[in-house]
């Protein structure tokens, strides 16, 4: 053995011994099931030669003895732990030097000595049993040892004792017989240590392995927790900064129309050019925290690529012209997926943004292809190109090139996991110093079983927009799909037909306060009924519920409380 098997097997001293002496007890029945059949014959051929007083006792004894061994057997097997393993080892060496020496003194049996078929017989029979012990006692050497010289040493004395004197030269054959069993017993003893050790060895392996992967999974479960903290905190930051951040772009935009003087107004454009890209940041974590919190839905319908492509012409021509770009938009007449149509336009609206953004000079080229049962949409460029070490990290969220710092690192890692929700894949090709091609490919028919999971609508009422859009988030962080109002008006004008709404949720309407009122009856003549209400804040008792804030335990508790069947995802303001 090797020296780490010499160490394994010093560590399982214990071990070892046990499973030895387990090996030899599990050969008893197999044993007993030779000597009972064997000791028939040599009854058979005893008989007339062998008083029967003595036959019979010679028969009876083996009985017995074999009865002993099941019954040690069935102990052992049930309690094995109540002795000590030298107790064990001990009973069995007992019972199996018992067994030896009794089939040894057949050829003692008959008065007189023993004729040549008795001794032949005692003498194949010994030979036999000495043999199998060989290979099934070879797990405890003191038994066997034992055994053999109970057996052969009265086939010695029967043989030297025979009629016939010329019989005793076969008693040579027994050192023979001796030396042979036990160099048998002595390659089956080595291949049993060999065993062992490969077990102990394995088994070894076997816990280290199982040590390393419980230090991985803690390491993977503190990770996972970690990243779920930080998608907490994130998506909590980008809420909390949404709404002010809405709040100074109106107060900016208010500000341009006044009259300022030229110091002014260009420390106003500074101001704006400011908010725009924090505007950008909180809008994408709010996306990339809802990707990644799985509750964004998918809405499956019919698409004609040829008009989303002539969208996102009209959205982008005039950013490539103003980088001096030129931009071509490519779609064959009459091409169309079953996808979510807002999904997929906002995925080629962030390709085509970076590759604007990343194109120095040159042209930039959006086409929509179908190969086989799939559809592709390639967006090249002619910019800088990507180095190839690089290509999976710009995936990763905030990941830029180093040569602007436009943009905040953030659309291709929501253009992927918007491409995964739609069944699709996403691929670079990139040449440094020629640009970069990105390629989408999509199933043209999308599996619409998800399609149901966004049906389910809220619809929030409040006539104060910030207050509003508060609420609108709240509800889209605990996963609902939302309708927004702020007027009567807007809300009469879509109860022209049922909104087979779950729900409804009423701000407080300080600046209308009869708006409360008025959207429970526009809603309860669109839907026959008056849905579950709940209201923010508190006041005079009426078709509704308070809860006393919009927190998302609040909400969350009293619309789980009217919606069976879970949350739902999405947001629409109108």
């Not at 003194?105 to 010994?126: C, E, Q, W, Y």
């Not at 029967?158 to 040579?172: C, K, N, S």
């Not at 027994?174 to 002595?186: C, N, Q």
């Not at 709010?286 to 509750?295: D, K």
């Amino acid at each position: 053995m090797t020296s780490g098997r010499e160490r394994l097997w010093r560590e399982h001293v214990a071990e070892v011994r046990e499973e030895r002496l387990r090996i030899a007890y599990s050969h008893l029945p197999t044993i007993v099931a030779a000597s009972v059949p064997t000791a028939i014959v040599c009854g058979a051929v005893g008989w007339g030669r062998i008083p029967p007083s003595r036959l019979t006792a010679w028969l009876v004894a083996i009985f017995v003895v074999g009865l002993a061994r099941l019954a040690l057997h069935r102990l052992f097997s049930r309690r094995g732990h109540a002795l000590s393993f030298a107790g064990w080892s001990t009973a069995l060496t007992v019972v199996m030097t018992i067994a030896g020496g009794i089939f040894g003194g057949f050829v003692l049996l008959p008065p007189g000595g023993a004729d040549v078929l008795v001794v032949a017989t005692g003498a194949i029979t010994t030979a036999g049993l000495v043999s199998g012990g060989g290979q099934t006692l070879v797990s405890a050497p003191a038994t066997l040892a034992a055994s053999i010289a109970a057996a052969l040493v009265p086939l010695g004395l029967g043989i030297y004792l025979a009629e016939d004197p010329a019989i005793r030269p076969v008693a040579l054959l027994i050192p023979l017989f001796l030396f042979t069993t036990a160099g048998v017993a002595r390659q089956n003893w080595r291949a049993l240590n060999e065993a062992l050790a490969l077990r102990f060895e394995n088994l070894d392996i076997a816990t280290r392995l199982a040590a390393r992967n419980q230090v991985v999974e803690e390491a993977r479960a503190r990770a996972d927790a970690a990243h779920r903290d930080k998608n907490r905190f994130l998506a909590a930051a980008a809420h909390d900064l949404r709404q002010p951040l809405q709040a100074l772009t109106l107060l900016v935009e208010a500000l341009a129309g006044e009259a300022l003087g030229e110091r002014g107004t260009q420390l106003l454009a500074r101001a704006g050019d400011a908010l725009r890209p924090l505007d950008a940041l909180v809008e994408g974590l709010l996306e990339l925290s809802r990707l990644e919190a799985g509750v964004v839905s998918v809405r499956v319908a019919l698409v004609d690529l040829g008009a989303l492509a002539e969208r996102v012409e009209s959205l982008f021509r005039t950013s490539a012209a103003a980088a001096g770009l030129e931009l071509r938009v490519v779609c064959r007449s009459g091409l169309t997926i079953e996808t979510d149509a807002a999904i997929l336009e906002r995925i080629i609206q962030n390709l085509v943004a970076n590759a604007i953004r990343y194109t120095r000079e040159g042209r930039v080229l959006v086409c929509f292809r179908r190969r086989g049962e799939r559809v592709v949409v390639q967006v090249w460029d002619t910019g800088p190109g990507i180095p190839e070490h690089v290509r999976e990290e710009i995936f990763h969220p905030f990941q830029r090139f180093a040569e602007t710092g436009a943009g905040v690192g953030l659309g291709l890692s929501i253009a992927e996991g918007l491409t995964e929700l739609l069944a699709g894949e996403m691929q670079v090709r990139s040449q440094v110093g020629h640009g970069s091609v990105f390629e989408l490919g999509l199933p043209r028919h999308l599996d619409e079983a998800s399609e149901s999971e966004g049906s389910r609508t809220i619809v929030v009422v409040e006539s104060e927009p910030l207050e509003r859009e508060g609420i609108v988030l709240t509800l889209e962080s605990l996963g609902y799909t939302v309708l927004s109002f702020g007027m009567a008006e807007q809300l009469a004008a879509r109860c022209e037909s049922p909104l087979g709404c779950e729900a409804v949720i009423l701000g407080p309407c300080g600046a209308a306060p009869e708006l409360a009122a008025l959207a429970v009856e526009l809603l309860e003549a669109a839907n026959g009924a008056i849905p579950p209400t709940v209201r923010i804040g508190a006041g005079e008792p009426g078709p509704w519920e308070w809860v006393s804030d919009a927190s998302p335990e609040a909400l969350g508790a009293a619309l789980r409380a009217r919606i069976p069947g879970g949350e739902r995802r999405d947001s629409t303001n109108v």
